[in-house]
C-alpha cells in the first residue's frame, strides 16, 4: 500500500497575484520620463507667452513714437534719437533714425524697441513710419514733381473742360519739363 501522503493530490502553488518589484520600477521610470516632457513642453508654452507678449508690448511703443512722430506740426530733425519709457510696468529703450527721403516733403523713421536693461544688439520689436505733407490734391490728378501745374482729373491744362468733337475727354497731361515726355493718367470709368 502507498502512504498516505502519496495519495493525496500534490498542491500546485501559484505565485501571489500583483506585480513584481522590477516590474513596478519599470512603470515608474516610464511615467516619470513622459512626466519630464510634459514638463517641458508646458515651461516652453509658457516662455513663448512670456516672448510674444514682451514682442506685442514692443511694437505698441514702437507704433506709439512713430504715431507721436507723425502728429508734430513740425517734421523731426534728421538725426539719431532715443528715450526710455514705461508701459505695461516695465522700462523700454526706444531708438529713432530719421532720414531725408528722395522726396523733399517726406521723412522716414525707423524706430526699434527692446527693454531698457537688454543689450544694444537686442531688438525686440522694429517699425518704420513716414512725415510729409500731402504731395498732390485729394482725389487725385497728376503730380508735377518738377514744379510745373497740375491738371485735375477731367481738365485740360487751362483749368477748363478739354472735350473733343466726338464728345470723348482727354485725359489730362502734366505740362513736361525740358525733354522729359509727358506723363498721362489713364481713362477711368468714373471719368465717363
Same mark, same amino acid.
Given at each position: 500500500?502507498?502512504?498516505?501522503?502519496?495519495?493525496?493530490?500534490?498542491?500546485?502553488? #501559484?505565485?501571489?497575484?500583483? +506585480? $513584481?518589484?522590477?516590474?513596478?520600477?519599470?512603470?515608474?521610470?516610464?511615467?516619470?520620463?513622459?512626466?519630464?516632457?510634459?514638463? &517641458?513642453?508646458?515651461?516652453?508654452?509658457? #516662455? %513663448?507667452?512670456?516672448?510674444?507678449?514682451?514682442? $506685442?508690448?514692443?511694437?505698441?511703443?514702437?507704433? %506709439?513714437?512713430?504715431?507721436?512722430?507723425?502728429?508734430?506740426?513740425?517734421?523731426?530733425?534728421?538725426?539719431?534719437? @532715443?528715450?526710455?519709457?514705461? +508701459?505695461?510696468?516695465?522700462?523700454? =529703450?526706444?531708438?529713432?533714425?530719421?532720414?531725408?527721403?528722395?522726396?523733399? @516733403?517726406? #521723412? =522716414?523713421?525707423?524706430?526699434?524697441? #527692446?527693454?531698457?536693461?537688454?543689450?544694444?544688439?537686442?531688438?525686440?520689436? @522694429?517699425?518704420?513710419? +513716414?512725415?510729409?505733407?500731402?504731395?498732390?490734391?485729394?482725389?487725385?490728378?497728376?503730380?508735377?514733381? %518738377?514744379?510745373?501745374? /497740375?491738371?485735375?482729373?477731367?481738365?485740360?491744362?487751362?483749368?477748363?473742360? @478739354?472735350? &473733343?468733337?466726338?464728345? /470723348?475727354? %482727354?485725359?489730362?497731361? $502734366?505740362?513736361?519739363?525740358?525733354?522729359?515726355?509727358?506723363?498721362? /493718367?489713364?481713362? /477711368?470709368?468714373?471719368?465717363?
Amino acid at each position: 500500500m502507498l502512504p498516505r501522503a502519496e495519495a493525496m493530490p500534490r498542491r500546485v502553488e #501559484r505565485p501571489a497575484p500583483g +506585480f $513584481t518589484l522590477i516590474e513596478v520600477l519599470a512603470a515608474l521610470v516610464i511615467v516619470a520620463l513622459g512626466m519630464l516632457g510634459v514638463i &517641458e513642453a508646458v515651461s516652453q508654452q509658457a #516662455r %513663448n507667452g512670456a516672448y510674444l507678449r514682451e514682442k $506685442t508690448i514692443a511694437h505698441w511703443i514702437a507704433m %506709439n513714437v512713430v504715431t507721436e512722430q507723425r502728429l508734430q506740426p513740425a517734421p523731426p530733425p534728421v538725426a539719431d534719437s @532715443s528715450d526710455d519709457v514705461e +508701459f505695461a510696468g516695465q522700462r523700454w =529703450r526706444w531708438s529713432m533714425r530719421d532720414t531725408q527721403t528722395e522726396v523733399q @516733403s517726406l #521723412r =522716414r523713421m525707423d524706430v526699434s524697441v #527692446r527693454p531698457a536693461d537688454a543689450r544694444d544688439d537686442v531688438v525686440l520689436a @522694429s517699425v518704420t513710419g +513716414f512725415y510729409g505733407s500731402a504731395v498732390g490734391p485729394a482725389g487725385g490728378g497728376t503730380i508735377a514733381w %518738377n514744379g510745373a501745374g /497740375n491738371a485735375a482729373p477731367g481738365q485740360g491744362e487751362d483749368g477748363g473742360d @478739354s472735350e &473733343e468733337e466726338d464728345g /470723348n475727354k %482727354n485725359p489730362p497731361v $502734366t505740362p513736361p519739363a525740358e525733354g522729359v515726355p509727358p506723363i498721362v /493718367n489713364p481713362k /477711368n470709368d468714373d471719368d465717363e
